[in-house]
C-alpha cells in the first residue's frame, strides 16, 4: 500500500502519468485546498494526471520526499498519514531556482485485486519556501 503512495511521488517526479493514473482508483476524492483554496472535487485519474502535467511543465527537476507514514489496514481498506516535502526546480536569471512545499497527505486507499489504488488524497499545506514565482522568474 505505501508502494502506491511512493509509486505516485516517484511517477509524478519523473513525469510518468501513466504510472501516475494507475496510482489512482476510478474515482477519487481529490483535496488540495490548503495549496489552492476553492472546495474539494471528485476526479478522474486522467483530469490529476492532466493537472500536474500543465501545471508542472515549465519545471526542470521535481523531487517529492515523504516518511512518517501511519498506516491503518483492512481487508480491501486502509487510510495513510504521512509528511510530504516537494521541490520544484527552474534555474533563472535571479538565481532563486527553488521553491518547496512542505506539509502532510492524508490518503484512502481500496485493494482493487492485487492492487492498492487511492480514492483520496487531501495534501495539508504547514508553508511554501523559496522562490513563489519561479515559473516567472
Same mark, same amino acid.
Given at each position: 500500500?505505501?508502494?502506491? $503512495?511512493?509509486? #505516485? ?16 482508483? /476510478? ?7 490548503? #495549496?489552492?483554496? @476553492?472546495? /474539494? &472535487?471528485?476526479?478522474? *485519474?486522467?483530469? $490529476? ?5 500543465? @501545471?508542472?511543465? *515549465?519545471?526542470? &527537476? ?17 487510510? &495513510?498519514?504521512? !509528511?510530504?516535502? &516537494?521541490?520544484? !526546480? #527552474? *534555474? ?12 502532510? !497527505? ?6 482493487? @485485486? ?24
Amino acid at each position: 500500500m505505501i508502494e502506491t $503512495i511512493n509509486g #505516485l511521488f516517484i511517477g509524478t517526479d519523473q513525469r510518468d502519468w501513466v504510472w501516475v493514473k494507475k496510482c489512482f482508483a /476510478p474515482r477519487v476524492h481529490f483535496d488540495m485546498t490548503s #495549496l489552492t483554496g @476553492g472546495e /474539494p &472535487a471528485m476526479m478522474t *485519474p486522467k483530469e $490529476i494526471a492532466d493537472i500536474w502535467k500543465k @501545471g508542472l511543465k *515549465p519545471l526542470k &527537476a521535481i523531487h517529492h520526499q515523504s516518511g512518517n507514514f501511519i498506516v491503518r489496514v483492512t481487508d480491501k481498506e486502509a487510510t &495513510a498519514f504521512c !509528511y510530504g516535502i &516537494a521541490m520544484h !526546480y #527552474l *534555474p533563472n536569471k535571479t538565481g532563486r531556482n527553488t521553491r518547496t512545499f512542505v506539509g502532510s !497527505y492524508d490518503f484512502h486507499l481500496e485493494k482493487r @485485486g492485487a492492487r492498492w489504488q487511492i480514492d483520496l488524497i487531501k495534501f495539508n499545506l504547514k508553508y511554501i519556501d523559496g522562490n513563489l514565482n519561479l515559473e516567472n522568474s
